[in-house]
């Protein structure tokens, strides 16, 4: 008989994984509790951009190896994929979707089940939280259920290909847990399987994401330094690089996204006296948008009621995902300064404030902030884009545009070149 599996959330984890497993052998059933997302799929539209997405689910759709609905059913192996968000004024974790997970599977658990939690969480979730009530069940863990934490490391515009390739980690209650979730994931894994325990697989995840933001903190440092003293951080930083035991993270306008903005606070949720650098890394990384609009205003000094386009508000390069971008913030800074603000950015379809196409955003506007590193943006018609605006300011913060942009007359300014 062919194994069922039950994933718990459809969203930029769930959906791909229950793709992956339905189109490798297994019946799976993909939970939502979004009673539109269940609609929309059932109708064969896939929610999430991301690419590659759309044709896997569709075949896995179709195949009818995944359906989807609204409730969870008896299978051999649950898998929890919710969100696990922050308050933002605490920056406490909020494990509630988990805990209700976890709470709705309870009557369906059978012996010989596996449970698995890839959710990002604090460490010992899966110990205090997870497994108290699993074992509501009456099922002994680790020996009539399975458990095993296994956290999802896929960078948002290569999730398809991270999931096979990458190294996965696996933290299980015990060993045969941990062995049984490894035979699972060798169905599409085709990385190396580590196996561990379930905190300890809790402290990987959060260590990756953690290392990202307190090194992005300290490049956005440098870049500082170098506006105040006169130099160019962008050519310090790859002349440091070449040392052989030096790899530098880039500066930027802050950083955004649904990950590396979170996973800190769960650290600091765990043990808020030892984590000094994780907090004011977070918070360097957080400063970082009332700091660029400083630079643009300084840039437009004597310009009277200046119009500002931005260029890319997804919180990163070549993705249309805006979640904790740092240009939401950038945009209500100068708006509440009064300063008249306009967008383009190709990649988005929805953003809170209104998106223009090119030509209309750059129509006599004095001044051009680039915020996400499209590479799109260097195939504009630059000649065009000159004519229509009224100055001819460039902000680059991340240090993507080509020759080209300056060739055409553009007055460019580098973040980090002082
Ligand atoms: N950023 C910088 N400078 C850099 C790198 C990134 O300012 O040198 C900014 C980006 O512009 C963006 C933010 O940081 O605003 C985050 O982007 P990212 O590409 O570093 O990370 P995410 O959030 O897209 O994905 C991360 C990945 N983690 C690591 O690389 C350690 C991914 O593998 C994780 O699976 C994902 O978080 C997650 O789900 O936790």
Known sequence: MDKKICIMGLGYIGLPTASMFATHGYNVIGVDVNEKIIKSMTNGTIHIKEPGLETI??????SKRLTVKTDPEPADVFIICVPTPIDENTKKSDLSYVKSACESILPYLQKGNLVILESTVPPLTTKNILIPILAKSKLVVGEDIFIAYCPERVLPGKILTELVKNDRIIGGFNLKSAQTAKKLYKSFVEGEIHLTDCTTAEMVKLMENTFRDVNIALANEFMKVSEHVGTDVWEAMSLANKHPRVNFHDPGPGVGGHCIAIDPWFLVDADREDTELIQIARRINDDMPKYIVEIVEKELEGVDKPIITIFGVAYKGNVGDTRKSPAIDIISILKEKGHEVRIYDPLVEEFDHRLSPLFEAVEDSDCILVLADHRIFN????????????????IDTKNCLSKSWKNTGFDLRILGNG
């Open 379 to 394: 195939t504009l018609d630059l000649k065009e884009i000159f004519s229509k605006m009224r100055g001819k300011k460039v």
């Open 57 to 62: 689910a569709l075949a896995a759709l179709n």
